[in-house]
């Protein structure tokens, strides 16, 4: 009876990952491939190399303004910014819901965010 179950199980496992999977992005060639034909049709004649290249600098570019002042715009779409939080020393307490806590130690955090800008939204939504 324990063998029937695990295989019942075994059975539905592959169909959650699958349906956990959902769609994915697209790739960085396909993407490549996508702008040379959308170029191609507007009568521009332009190698993938080339395409690949320029999103490579463009994007080295946006790194490099985020490590020297922790924000970039790309293109008026999409705002990136770098963020960093303290560490915090053990043994702050805190009174909360009527008790003292005392805190553990952290280390310093930095997060990277992006935010749709109004452009970016009305195109997608």
């Known amino acids: 009876m324990a063998a029937a179950k695990k295989a019942a199980a075994a059975k539905k496992a592959p169909a959650a990952k699958e349906a956990d999977a959902g769609p994915k992005a697209m790739s960085k ?13 507007a009568g521009a004649e332009v190698k993938k190399e080339t395409i ?7 994007f080295e570019s946006v790194a490099e303004e985020i490590k020297a002042k922790n924000i970039a715009d790309l293109h008026g ?13 053990a043994g702050q307490k805190i ?4 008790r003292e806590l005392v805190t553990k130690d952290k280390p ?4 990277v965010t992006a935010f ?5 939204k009305a195109l997608v939504l």
């Open 52 to 58: 690949k290249k320029i999103l490579d600098q463009y």
């Open 95 to 98: 009174m909360v819901g009527g």
């Open 77 to 89: 779409y999409i705002s990136v910014r770098k963020v960093t939080k303290p560490a915090t020393k």
């Open 116 to 120: 749709l800008k109004k452009a970016l």
């Open 29 to 41: 060639t396909a993407r490549i491939e996508e702008v040379q034909a959308k170029l191609k049709a």
């Open 108 to 111: 310093a955090e930095t997060k």
